[in-house]
T-cell receptor
């Protein structure tokens, strides 16, 4: 059935390193895709989204491009900061606003 | 920004009791709210869609008689875990959907930690 497969963590990087968190999806049709972030002790927040093929979502230096050929929506950031340490979720949208989450990837950035 | 609250933030109960969790949209109205369950180090699992003034829609495999959802107003949805057992221990998260000129956005509550002894 429809699902979201996300790179397993945890991911540990030094500050200013390049980040990629892989995400692929299976779905009928072309769902909206999202990245949500959960900072320590806080609720989930929308980081970025893309609603159709070839769209690029971006926010706070993070980017992800909706690739229908590879059914992927990989999250990237050119230079991570300590404050980016959080759990990142790749999410697939569905009808009536329902969201289906990947397993989450814990990112830890060291100074 | 839009704020969603949950109450309580944590609860411990004995096996066999029922527990009610509230989800409130504090500064906006939400015709649709969603309930999720998150196990340790695992993803959020969508449990059900809560629609104001109508019955909730449950995802496959979720027991509707076990997890009672009520959405009596545009700012409040409740999840009642009936006859709770230790396997119901989990982190329950709600979200509220806002549809407007900037598109479709969901705002998440901080979650409720349920521990059933």
């Amino acid at each position: 059935g429809d699902s979201v497969t996300q790179m397993e963590g945890p991911v540990t990087l030094s500050e200013e390193a390049f980040l990629t968190i892989n995400c692929t999806y299976t779905a009928t049709g072309y769902p909206s895709l999202f990245w949500y972030v959960q900072y320590p002790g806080e609720g989930l927040q929308l980081l970025l989204k893309a609603t159709k093929a070839d769209d690029k979502g971006s926010n706070k230096g993070f980017e992800a491009t909706y690739r229908k050929e590879t059914t992927s929506f990989h999250l990237e950031k050119g230079s991570v900061q300590v404050s980016d340490s959080a759990v990142y979720f790749c999410v697939r949208g569905s009808t009536l606003g329902r969201l289906y989450f990947g397993r989450g990837t814990q990112l830890t950035v060291w100074p | 920004g839009a704020v969603v609250s949950q109450h309580p933030s944590w609860v411990i109960c004995k096996s066999g009791t029922s527990v009610k969790i509230e989800c409130r949209s504090l500064d906006f109205q939400a015709t649709t709210m969603f309930w999720y369950r998150q196990f340790p180090k695992q993803s959020l699992m969508l449990m059900a869609t809560s629609n104001e003034g109508s019955k909730a829609t449950y995802e496959q495999g979720v027991e509707k008689d076990k997890f009672l959802i009520n959405h009596a107003s545009l700012t409040l949805s409740t999840l009642t875990v009936t006859s709770a057992h230790p396997e119901d221990s989990s982190f329950y998260i709600c979200s509220a959907r806002v549809r407007g000129g900037l598109g479709d956005t969901q705002y998440f509550g901080p979650g409720t930690r349920l521990t059933v002894l």
